[in-house]
């Protein structure tokens, strides 16, 4: 059975700092590219922080992040991780981790993939 799982969120107060974790389960963790994306309450889905996979591991990210969040994997334990720091109230969100069977394309302002797997999310509320 294929599984993503996130983890790490919380209840933090705005400059501090979580980190996330997506883990996963019943496919070949390396081949694949991974983001994080979120949804924050009445707004749309946002894509924030991509990794590829097979090997190349080129990171992005959104306007919005860069300079704050960084992605990694470990491939070994089959898992993703966000670090999130200097986190701000508009960070409040539900935080998901997606599988891509291709890289990260970026056209039309955003990156896209081929997306294969994605998890059930993680809440992410920053106090002010």
Not at 2 to 31: D, H, I, M, N, P
Not at 32 to 50: D, S
Not at 94 to 122: L, P, R
Request: proline letters at 2%.
């Amino acid at each position: 059975e294929v599984q993503l799982v996130e983890s790490g969120g919380g209840l933090v107060q705005a400059g501090g700092s979580l980190r996330l974790s997506c883990s996963a389960s019943g496919f070949t963790f390396g081949r694949y590219a991974i983001g994080w994306f979120r949804q924050a309450p009445g707004k749309e889905r946002e894509g924030i922080a991509f990794i590829n996979g097979g090997g190349d591991d080129n990171t992005y990210y959104g306007d919005s992040v860069q300079g704050r969040f960084t992605i990694s994997r470990d491939n070994a334990r089959s898992t993703a991780y966000l670090q999130m720091s200097g986190l701000k109230p508009a960070d409040l969100a539900i935080y998901y981790c997606e599988a891509a069977s291709a890289g990260w394309v970026y056209f039309g302002g955003k990156y896209h993939g081929d997306i294969a797997y994605w998890g059930q999310g993680t809440q992410v509320t920053v106090s002010s």
